[in-house]
């Protein structure tokens, strides 16, 4: 019998350990190329030529790149990463808060007006939406 069939006997559980570790340690040290990278982009303090100088090291030399661009500036990552995610939360909730802005009676009763002069609502129809509006049950958030 040749080497091949004998690869479940070759192969012991120790092994497949050993792989599946190295496999998910090559998978992280990609995850940390790319974070190094985009850090090196994201940081403003950085000029083009250093922000081009990291990149090449971290390219050409990727092991020692990595590991002297995380001991020299990795405090400093985390804290940009972490302002990053706040002026990004900061725009969602901004966003949100422009979005969700409750409407008054004045414009709604304006936007009313607006489509009855499109002809888009009869007479009957904008008085019946006016009431409404002025009850206080409003227009927003019904269908």
Known sequence: MTG????AYDYPLLSAFWTM?????????FVLLFRVIVDIFRDDDLSGGA?????????CLPFLGVFVYVVARGKNMGRR???????????????IRETAK??????ELARLSEIKARGDITDEEFNRAKE????????????
Not at 51 to 59: E, N, P, Q, R, S
Not at 132 to 143: D, Y
């Open 4 to 7: 091949d069939t004998y690869l």
């Open 102 to 107: 409750p409407t008054s009676s004045v414009d």
């Open 21 to 29: 570790l190295i496999f998910f340690l090559w998978i992280m040290w």
């Open 51 to 59: 922000k081009a100088g990291w990149l090449v090291f971290c390219i």
């Open 81 to 95: 990463e972490m302002a990053q995610a706040k002026e990004q939360q900061r725009q969602f909730d901004d966003y």
């Open 132 to 143: 409404l509006v002025l009850s206080g049950h409003g227009t927003a958030g019904h269908s």
